[in-house]
């Protein structure tokens, strides 16, 4: 079986940190015999390659310098930032849909996987219609809510073309949701699961609190450094924040004027053996996400299932797909976005009581085990792949 994903991005060299759950998700994909190629947008001139055994087709929409609408940062973001970048993604679709129509013209796949549907259904329909595959669109969350508050004059012929699908589905019951009244067929659920999530580990944890992430509006990690801010004198652990992002200079400058400088490590990109590292040796782990402007949040959170294959506990606040993962007092800690004082009060009560923090992380190691496990996941979406009614 041949089967094309469509992207916004995907990884362009070998260590690039773009998509690793879809690169995980391929390299399953192809362990099990299915033939995976990917469709995805040029990046500074980037042409079609093979990576890691997986044939990439990229489309150019620019000149080379202005190819930068995807990969260091979501096409949302950019497109905010001024008509110049609303034109960029017109060109975008355009070519997009040309470079489709050509190259399923000439390379036939028996499934055209859209993974970001608005606006990417308009290819699928040109791969469906110009190559005879069948579409599967599956979406992440996002990509709805933005539709919806940004576009919503576009939520009708959006609905038409995206109930020509032949499958749909969602990361989570969250996002299954927010397509009611949109898409008027059967969606299943299908997450997606983390990249280290079979890495167990039983090394003695440090009295680290960590996040990881992009700093970004959405994961809500002011409310983070308020939170250590109110309680670091009562605890003996030290914030580590993992990732980089627009909002790390804005994060820092917080941290000093809070007088917590000496207690939280800021270490920007990381690689996957020190990021192993940390996971391994934390005390618990904190996702405190929130709805930004855009009305954006966690589809699911990733990174939640990594640290959980860790057996750590995990605090994270109540929104989105988080609830899909995390059950409050039972694998982990919830907690409501936005509250610091709140976040407050589950950070001391996990940095204080070595038995919670381990029945959690048992319990959070067995739900990734149990329903978040790569086979699972795999399994269920070759069944759907092999399903032709609906």
Same mark, same amino acid.
């Given at each position: 079986?041949?089967?094309?994903?469509?992207?916004? &991005?995907?990884? *362009?060299?070998?260590?690039?940190?773009?998509?690793?759950?879809?690169?995980?998700?391929?390299?399953?994909?192809?362990?099990?015999?299915?033939?995976?190629?990917?469709?995805?947008?040029?990046?500074?001139?980037?042409?079609?390659?093979?990576? =890691?055994?997986?044939?990439?087709?990229?489309?150019?929409?620019?000149?080379?310098?202005?190819?930068?609408?995807?990969?260091? !940062?979501?096409?949302?973001?950019?497109?905010?930032?001024?008509?110049?970048?609303?034109?960029? #993604?017109?060109?975008? @679709?355009?070519?997009?849909?040309?470079?489709?129509?050509? +190259?399923?013209?000439?390379?036939?796949?028996?499934?055209?996987?859209?993974?970001?549907?608005?606006?990417?259904?308009?290819?699928?329909? +040109?791969?469906?219609?110009?190559?005879?595959?069948? @579409?599967?669109?599956?979406?992440?969350?996002?990509?709805?809510?933005? @539709?919806?508050?940004?576009?919503?004059?576009?939520?009708?012929?959006?609905?038409?073309?995206?109930?020509?699908?032949?499958?749909?589905?969602?990361?989570?019951?969250?996002? &299954?949701?927010?397509?009611?009244?949109?898409?008027?067929?059967?969606?299943?659920?299908?997450?997606?699961?983390?990249?280290?999530?079979?890495?167990?580990?039983?090394?003695?944890?440090?009295?680290?609190?960590?996040?990881? /992430?992009? +700093?970004?509006?959405?994961?809500?990690?002011?409310?983070?450094?308020?939170?250590?801010?109110?309680?670091?004198? #009562?605890?003996?652990?030290?914030?580590?924040?993992?990732?980089?992002?627009?909002?790390?200079?804005?994060?820092?400058?917080?941290?000093? *004027?809070?007088?917590?400088?000496?207690?939280?490590?800021?270490?920007?990109?990381?690689?996957?053996?020190?990021?192993?590292?940390?996971?391994? #040796?934390? #005390?618990?782990?904190?996702?405190?996400?929130?709805? =930004?402007?855009? /009305?954006?949040? !966690?589809?699911?959170?990733?990174?939640?299932?990594?640290?959980?294959?860790?057996?750590?506990?995990?605090?994270?606040?109540?929104?989105?797909?988080?609830?899909?993962?995390?059950?409050?007092?039972?694998?982990?800690? @919830?907690?409501?976005?936005?509250?610091?004082?709140?976040?407050?009060? &589950?950070?001391?009560?996990?940095?204080?009581?070595?038995?919670?923090?381990?029945?959690?992380?048992?319990?959070?190691?067995?739900?990734?085990?149990?329903?978040?496990?790569? =086979?699972?996941?795999?399994?269920?979406?070759?069944?759907?792949?092999?399903?032709?009614?609906?």
């Amino acid at each position: 079986m041949k089967v094309l994903f469509v992207a916004t &991005a995907y990884t *362009r060299f070998k260590g690039d940190i773009i998509t690793p759950w879809l690169v995980e998700l391929i390299t399953r994909l192809k362990n099990e015999g299915i033939e995976v190629s990917v469709f995805t947008s040029s990046y500074k001139g980037l042409g079609n390659h093979v990576i =890691d055994g997986v044939q990439v087709y990229r489309f150019r929409y620019c000149f080379k310098k202005f190819e930068r609408l995807t990969h260091e !940062e979501t096409a949302v973001d950019r497109i905010t930032r001024g008509v110049f970048h609303i034109f960029l #993604s017109f060109l975008y @679709l355009v070519f997009g849909a040309w470079s489709m129509s050509r +190259l399923t013209k000439h390379e036939k796949f028996d499934i055209v996987h859209i993974h970001w549907p608005f606006p990417h259904v308009i290819f699928g329909i +040109l791969g469906k219609r110009f190559g005879g595959a069948r @579409l599967f669109n599956s979406f992440y969350g996002v990509e709805i809510r933005w @539709l919806k508050k940004k576009f919503p004059i576009l939520v009708r012929p959006f609905s038409v073309l995206i109930n020509k699908s032949d499958k749909v589905t969602a990361i989570s019951t969250h996002t &299954a949701k927010e397509l009611e009244g949109v898409v008027r067929m059967p969606i299943e659920v299908i997450p997606f699961s983390a990249a280290m999530g079979e890495r167990h580990s039983a090394a003695i944890a440090k009295k680290e609190i960590i996040f990881v /992430g992009r +700093l970004v509006e959405r994961k809500g990690v002011k409310y983070l450094v308020e939170a250590f801010q109110r309680v670091h004198k #009562s605890i003996p652990h030290q914030l580590i924040i993992i990732g980089d992002g627009p909002e790390r200079s804005q994060l820092e400058e917080m941290v000093t *004027r809070s007088g917590i400088k000496d207690r939280v490590k800021f270490t920007g990109k990381i690689s996957d053996d020190a990021l192993t590292r940390y996971y391994k #040796s934390s #005390s618990f782990f904190v996702l405190p996400a929130v709805y =930004d402007k855009k /009305g954006d949040t !966690e589809g699911l959170g990733v990174v939640l299932l990594e640290a959980m294959s860790y057996a750590k506990p995990v605090i994270a606040s109540n929104v989105g797909g988080i609830t899909d993962i995390v059950v409050d007092h039972e694998n982990g800690l @919830l907690v409501p976005p936005a509250d610091p004082a709140a976040l407050a009060q &589950a950070i001391v009560k996990l940095a204080r009581s070595k038995q919670l923090r381990r029945t959690l992380g048992g319990e959070a190691r067995k739900t990734v085990d149990e329903k978040f496990n790569w =086979d699972r996941i795999i399994k269920k979406l070759i069944a759907l792949y092999h399903d032709n009614n609906g």
